[in-house]
């Protein structure tokens, strides 16, 4: 761990050098650091600038992969909205890049990271359960593990994402697939409402009553129009669910991909989920498949023949929601440099799985080449449905997929050493155009679906994400930001 981030801070410095002189450096980073005196000189005492050296700064600055990570002039952690948007005002003032972080799970370079200042929601810490109205207000700061266990206490829960340790900003302002996704949609269809601090420092709830336009674009639009405080999600009655992982040895893969091939074409239930992950490291080949069922027991013996077939390791059983997450080991492959890529097909067929299985081992012996330790593609199958649950539209999915919902291979490289970085990204869209074209080939209607930008790799063209309506996604961000203050933080930008 420790060398990853010296090596990921030796290439940032290098690189910083490479287009500054060392003066301009100096000079810029005394800026910064004047900023982040400033923002500490006119909040209130209850929000704090952290530098180098503390326990916090460390903390706010630390990423799931080290290639999200940067090395910052100071922290910010506000504790309110005012200071938010005190600090956004002074930013925008001394055009001093800043990064918004809540989960810190963006692998991708600038997306939550920065050379200025870092601003960590983890203040926003509240979870509100509103029995009466059926909702949840969130703090932006939580991830999704604290949300399901704070609402299991009152037997509700929330849509979130499916694996320990993801930031709830993330998610709601990205997208949000996860086990619910086949009865409720993903996260953005459940927004009631957000609290948002604009860049002229302006602290507003938005609702698709009171400012359609922005809950339109934050809902998959991320930090483009702002920072988000809080917010209001619908809550659903939450029993224990039945589930968990299974893990299988390599010998058994074609086997799996058969009881896969099943699964999905005979089970219709959107209480049901299947979603398989094969890794490979060092040559070994790992397949870990969760089962989800949403009720304590499953019916008609729907994962029966994936529970028959021999395997190396098991942790399943009735459990809580929040319990169930913990199940996929995610915490385990952070540290690394990381990329994600996203294909939407329409259906799991056979052809499919084995072509997925052939790119898992053609990329994994290409990647060990390089630095590359850990590959993972996984299967997210989902119902036709998915993208239907939603009453009002959001930035992603956009109105092109209305209606028409996909499964989805995601594709996970890890690796270690930041020269690598291109020819990881490279090949990473090498495998994915490849799987897409397979798909179109085999007549599966996705030429034109929407890749998750939560997924999607640094460099990706707006338009592969947002479709048609990347312009009115940028009208929107002009309106609400004309001095352009938000511009100083990475991610995608309208
Ligand atoms: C191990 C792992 C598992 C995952 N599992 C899932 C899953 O099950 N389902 C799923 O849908 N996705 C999943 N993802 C993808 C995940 O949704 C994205 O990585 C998401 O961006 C993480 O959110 P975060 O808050 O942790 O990230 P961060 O890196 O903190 O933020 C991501 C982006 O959102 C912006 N942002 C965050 N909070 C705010 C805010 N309050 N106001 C304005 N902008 C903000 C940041 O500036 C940044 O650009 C997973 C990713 C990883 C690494
Ligand atoms: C994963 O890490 C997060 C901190 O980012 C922690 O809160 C969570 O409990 C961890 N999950 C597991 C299963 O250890
Ligand atoms: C396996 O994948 C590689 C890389 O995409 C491709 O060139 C090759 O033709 C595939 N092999 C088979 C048998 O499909
Ligand atoms: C194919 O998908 C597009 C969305 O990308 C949709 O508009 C079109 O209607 C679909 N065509 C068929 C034949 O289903
Ligand atoms: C800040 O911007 C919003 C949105 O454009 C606007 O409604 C509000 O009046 C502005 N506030 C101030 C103090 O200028």
Redesign the pocket.
């Known amino acids: 761990m420790t060398l990853l981030r010296s090596l990921s801070f030796a290439v940032i410095s290098g690189l910083i050098g490479l287009s500054a002189s060392t003066d301009l450096i100096r000079t810029r980073r005394a800026d910064y650091t004047a900023t982040c005196q400033a923002i500490a000189a006119a909040v209130s005492s209850a929000s704090k600038v952290y530098y180098s050296g503390s326990s916090q700064y460390t903390k706010d600055n630390e990423?799931?992969?080290s290639s999200?990570s940067q090395t910052s002039a100071c922290s910010f952690e506000p504790a309110n909205a005012q200071d938010v948007g005190i600090a956004l005002q002074l930013l925008g003032k001394d055009q001093t890049p800043f990064?918004?972080?809540?989960?810190?799970?963006?692998?991708?370079s600038g997306?939550?990271s920065t050379p200025g200042v870092q601003i960590a929601?983890f203040s926003?810490s509240e979870v509100v359960y509103d029995a009466n109205a059926q909702t949840a207000t969130i703090g932006?700061g939580l991830?999704w593990d604290n949300v399901y266990s704070e609402l299991d206490k009152y037997g509700v829960t929330v849509v979130?994402?499916?694996?320990?340790?993801?930031?709830?900003?993330?998610?709601?302002?990205?997208?949000?697939?996860?086990y619910l996704s086949n009865q409720y949609g993903?996260?953005v269809d459940n927004v009631v409402s957000l609290e948002l601090v604009m860049p002229n420092g302006t602290v507003a709830s938005i609702t698709s009553s009171s400012n359609p336009d922005l809950f339109y674009g934050l809902r998959g639009g991320?930090?483009n129009f702002?920072?988000?405080?809080t917010v209001t999600m619908k809550t659903y009655t939450q029993s224990q669910v039945w589930g968990g992982r299974i893990s299988y040895a390599a010998a058994q893969w074609d086997v799996v991909n058969t009881a896969i091939a099943n699964f999905v074409s005979a089970v219709t239930d959107p209480k049901a989920c299947v979603y398989s992950t094969t890794d490979y490291a060092s040559g070994v080949v790992a397949i870990m498949t969760i089962l989800f069922y949403d009720a304590p027991t499953y019916p008609n013996g729907i994962f029966n023949e994936l529970l028959a077939i021999p395997h190396v390791d098991e942790d399943i059983s009735t459990r809580a929601y929040s319990n169930l997450i913990q199940t996929l080991p995610?915490?385990a492959?952070?540290g690394l440099r990381?990329m994600?890529h996203w294909v939407p097909i329409e259906q799991f067929t056979s052809s499919m799985l084995q072509m997925v299985k052939n790119q898992t081992l053609f990329y994994g012996k290409e990647l060990s080449q390089s630095s590359g330790v850990l590959i993972s593609y996984d299967l997210i199958p989902f119902l036709p449905s998915l993208y239907s649950h939603s009453n009002t539209p959001s930035a992603f999915p956009s109105s092109r997929d209305a209606g028409q919902g996909y499964s989805f291979i995601e594709v996970y490289y890890g690796w270690t050493d930041p020269n690598d970085d291109n020819v990881m990204l490279q090949l990473g869209a090498e495998s994915a155009a490849y799987m897409k074209q397979f798909a179109v080939d085999a007549g599966q209607n996705v030429s034109n679906a929407l890749i998750?930008p939560?997924?999607a790799p640094p460099g990706t063209a707006l338009a592969d994400m947002y479709g048609d309506a990347v312009s009115s996604l940028h009208s929107i961000r002009s309106a609400v930001d004309p001095g352009n203050v938000m511009g100083l933080?990475?991610?995608?930008r309208f």
């Open positions: 990423h799931w992969a999200g990064a918004v972080r809540s989960g810190g799970h963006s692998p991708n997306f939550s929601l926003f932006m991830i979130g994402a499916k694996t320990t340790g993801v930031g709830v900003g993330g998610t709601v302002l990205g997208g949000g697939y996860t993903l996260s991320f930090n702002g920072i988000v405080t995610a915490n492959s952070s990381a994600f998750y939560n997924c933080t990475g991610g995608w």
